[in-house]
């Protein structure tokens, strides 16, 4: 399978997952279902901004050379497209054959807003989780390279050739 298929999948997944359970705790106490909502979308996008940070990461430390990374954008944006269209699938599918209160809409409207919805969910936080895991192996190495900077050169402050290559040029054309 391809890395997009895989986390294709695995997201749609966690959003079924997190579909189903919102709609038990709907049902189970209704007047707290803004909360369980927002709840909801927040376990999504943890997930998203986890594993991207992880594909950042490790894209960063096997590419020491920015311009060589690989094209997670792409990766992420198959991803959320996957997770959208089978999760809304599914979700439709046991919303108007077995489960009441998941709560689906027209198939029309999960299959355009709904997909829309899921793939912006996964993409953004997985490609902002992706920027972040990037960012912190470039700090790493950049700790790395000041580290063998200090350790080659003297601790004395380096003299300033410029000015010294000056006064020399000036005293001898004096003399």
Do not use: H
């Amino acid at each position: 399978m391809k890395p997009w298929q895989i986390r294709g999948l695995v997201m749609a997944a966690v959003n079924i997952a997190a579909r189903i359970l919102l709609g038990f705790a709907i049902i189970a106490w209704p007047v707290q279902s803004p909360v369980f909502r927002w709840l909801a979308i927040a376990v999504v996008v943890i997930i998203a901004v986890i594993w991207g940070g992880y594909d950042g990461i490790r894209d960063a430390r096997a590419n020491p050379d920015p311009d060589d990374y690989q094209d997670l954008t792409m990766v992420w944006l198959k991803a959320g497209l996957v997770a959208g269209a089978i999760s809304c699938l599914v979700c439709w599918l046991l919303g108007t054959f077995w489960l009441n209160g998941l709560g689906p809409a027209s198939f029309w409207i999960e299959m355009t807003a709904g997909v829309s919805f899921i793939t912006l969910i996964t993409y953004a936080p997985a490609f902002f989780g992706v920027s972040i895991g990037r960012g912190l192996v470039r700090r790493e190495q950049r700790k790395g390279q000041d580290d063998d900077w200090s350790r080659k050169t003297p601790q004395a402050q380096p003299a300033d050739d410029t000015v010294e290559l000056a006064v020399a040029e000036t005293a001898e054309t004096r003399a």
